[in-house]
């Protein structure tokens, strides 16, 4: 016997599986892509950096971020914050951080791992004689680093920053671990409710790959179009 | 005083490797010099130090009065009164020409973007690509770029300009646009150190030639007596080499 199927359930859980759920996921991809552009950017030009220990201290933080699992950096970091900030602040109580924002830092350190290789090489790509004419002119290293190297990074590596911005929009779903309500936990929520779990389920797949399918074809096309003529 | 001045500048690569060796010499205000030698010679690091893009071990070398190599000196200050133009143009290529123009000017003189602006137009006219200024580098040929970069070098304002072989990548059809431009800026009376193999040019507006082999200064004269005849058999047979052909 097929088990009876209900796509109603759907049509009427769309506003709160939009409004609620999918708005949260989206603007915690574009915050924590955002943040972890910035902070990947800074670690790329720590590693790069001939300065002592800035380096090394980039290169383990790097390390450690890829070498654990990011339900295990979420779970932990939703846990130990509030502890954290106790001792850091001295307060009495531990600290509340908020389940968005410690949803939103967690992403933002734990991308920025990812997004700094990325940048590293989009650094290296660019021919050192653009270095020396930034200096000429008598920029600083920061200024050299902000109008001229960091720009042309971002727009040559702009396909892979993309990509793995959707990769991010697909993991931002681990949430569920601190009981946030993202896309796919509004989802569930309803399944559990209305006991539609086949419904619900496939609907949030077909979510997902739906907008990270036409986000990767918008990405090869845009790749086409904002390659820098030389 | 001479504008540029260089005393037993000595640079090494490495522990071993010296690519200068105690060079000396000297350009006055309004002068040209041009720095030619052989492929490995050291002229793109010699020039590369009187702007501090390359550090050296010893020596000093004066700007306008300013020691180079100095602890209190602020480079980029120094290195915003020193035009230079490189082989390979080196214009920013994700700026507009006339942004490749006036960054400097904003960001370093601390000019108005107006200001800039006015400035930059002038230049571009005056190299001859005024209806160029909102284009991509990557849209011009390469004798074109050549010029926005001598332009952008320009708007600074320099008091001297270095030039690191401006034309030796380059198609051959271009090569007098560019050398056009820098013979009209040393008419002008500017300062120049041309690193270069184009010894027409060398002729016709240089005062000085400088002739560098293995790290070594071992020519520098009027530029009458060089072309006449080269003291050293080694810029002889330089001269010999590419004046055949
Ligand atoms: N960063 C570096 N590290 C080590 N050696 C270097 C470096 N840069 C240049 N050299 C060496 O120093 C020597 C002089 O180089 P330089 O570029 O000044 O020569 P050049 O006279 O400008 O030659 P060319 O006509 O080929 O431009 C060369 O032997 C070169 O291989
Ligand atoms: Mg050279």
Excluded at chain 1, 11 to 23: E, K
Excluded at chain 2, 18 to 39: I, W
Excluded at chain 2, 50 to 60: D, I, K, R
Aim: proline share 5%.
């Amino acid at each position: 016997m097929l088990p009876d199927i209900d796509f109603n359930v759907i049509a009427r859980s769309l506003p709160y599986l939009f409004r609620q759920g999918m708005s949260f996921t989206l603007t915690l991809t574009a915050l924590a892509a955002l943040g972890g552009l910035l902070l990947g950017t800074l670690l790329a030009l720590m590693r790069l950096s001939t300065l002592p220990i800035l380096a090394p201290l980039a290169t383990g933080y790097v390390n450690l971020m890829r070498s654990l699992p990011l339900v295990l950096v979420i779970f932990w970091f939703y846990f130990l914050v509030p502890f954290v900030g106790q001792v850091i602040l001295r307060a009495d109580r531990p600290v509340e951080v908020g389940a968005f924002a410690s949803a939103l830092i967690t992403f933002t350190l734990f991308e920025a791992a990812y997004f700094s290789e990325i940048m590293r090489a989009g650094i290296q790509s660019i021919p050192r004689g653009q270095l020396a004419a930034g200096y000429a002119i008598g920029l600083t290293y920061w200024q050299v680093m902000g109008y001229i190297i960091v720009p042309q990074a971002v727009r040559n590596m702009l396909p892979v920053i993309l990509t793995q911005t959707i990769i991010l929009f697909q993991d931002t779903s681990l949430v569920y671990v601190i009981s946030i309500t993202d896309f796919l936990g509004a989802a569930s929520n309803v399944a559990q409710r209305d006991g539609r779990l086949i419904e619900m389920y496939v609907f949030a797949a077909l979510v997902y790959f739906a907008i990270s399918f036409s986000a990767s074809r918008l990405v090869k096309s845009l790749q086409m179009r904002t390659a820098i003529p030389r | 005083m001479p504008m540029i001045e260089m005393r037993d500048v000595c640079k090494w690569y490495g522990p071993t490797f010296q690519v200068l060796k105690s060079c000396t010499t000297a350009v006055d205000k309004g002068e040209v010099v041009v720095v030619c030698g052989p492929s490995g010679s050291g002229k793109s690091t010699l020039i590369k130090c009187v702007n501090g893009l390359e550090p050296f071990q010893s020596g000093a070398i004066t700007v306008d009065g300013i020691e180079v190599a100095a602890k209190g000196t602020d480079l980029p200050k120094l290195r915003a009164r020193i035009g230079m133009v490189f082989q390979h143009f080196e214009l920013f290529p994700h700026l507009k020409i006339i942004d490749n123009l006036c960054l400097g000017q904003t960001k370093v003189l601390g000019r108005s973007r107006a200001e800039a602006m006015a400035k930059a137009t002038a230049l571009l006219h005056r190299v001859g690509l005024d209806e160029h200024a909102d284009k991509f580098p990557g849209q011009l040929s390469g004798g074109q770029q050549q010029r926005v970069a001598i332009a952008r070098a320009l708007a600074m304002d320099p008091v001297a300009m270095l030039f690191d072989e401006p034309t030796s990548a380059l198609d051959p059809e271009m090569i007098t646009e560019v050398l056009d431009v820098m013979v009209a800026l040393a008419h002008d009376g500017m300062t120049m150190m041309v690193v270069t193999h184009e010894m027409g040019f060398a002729r016709k507006v240089a005062d000085r030639v400088i002739f560098m082999d293995k790290g070594e200064i071992i020519e520098d004269r009027p530029t009458d007596e060089f072309f006449g005849k080269p003291r050293s058999d080694r810029a002889q047979l330089f001269l010999s080499k590419i004046l055949s052909h």
